[in-house]
Nanobody
Framework: QVQLVESGGGLVQTGGSLRLSCAASGSILNIYVMSWYRQVPGKERELVATSTSGGTTSYADHVKGRFTISRDGAKNTVTLQMKDLKAEDTAVYYC?????????????????WGKGAQVTVSS
């Protein structure tokens, strides 16, 4: 089994910064993708940023230039550095990963979600 555990959420004022971290642990052979999603009540979960094993990163348009995703492949961690936060960034942020597990698990990639971390930006 695999666990994704987020940390670093909290309350911050508009224009402030926060850093989210996610650690993947358990039966892991390779991690292909680590991403951050966010969700507010009544809305669908949306992709915020992605980091691939090949070193590619991508961002949602509304966070470009403000958020930075980074990975530590050796530690199976991913962080999301958020700056210039706005009230509309308030959400529960979820860590997501696509990975491969060692035998006897199958070779097909599987995905996992963390339980989420609340980020609240007050104006």
């Amino acid at each position: 089994q695999v666990q994704l555990v987020e940390s670093g959420g909290g309350l911050v004022q508009t224009g402030g910064s926060l850093r989210l971290s996610c650690a993947a642990s358990g039966s892991i052979l390779n991690i292909y993708v680590m991403s951050w999603y966010r969700q507010v009540p009544g809305k669908e979960r949306e992709l915020v940023a992605t980091s691939t094993s090949g070193g590619t990163t991508s961002y949602a348009d509304h966070v470009k230039g403000r958020f930075t995703i980074s990975r530590d492949g050796a530690k199976n961690t991913v962080t999301l550095q958020m700056k210039d936060l706005k009230a509309e960034d308030t959400a529960v942020y979820y860590c997501y990963s696509v990975l491969q597990q060692p035998p006897p698990a199958g070779l097909r990639p599987v995905s996992y979600w963390g339980k989420g971390a609340q980020v609240t930006v007050s104006s």
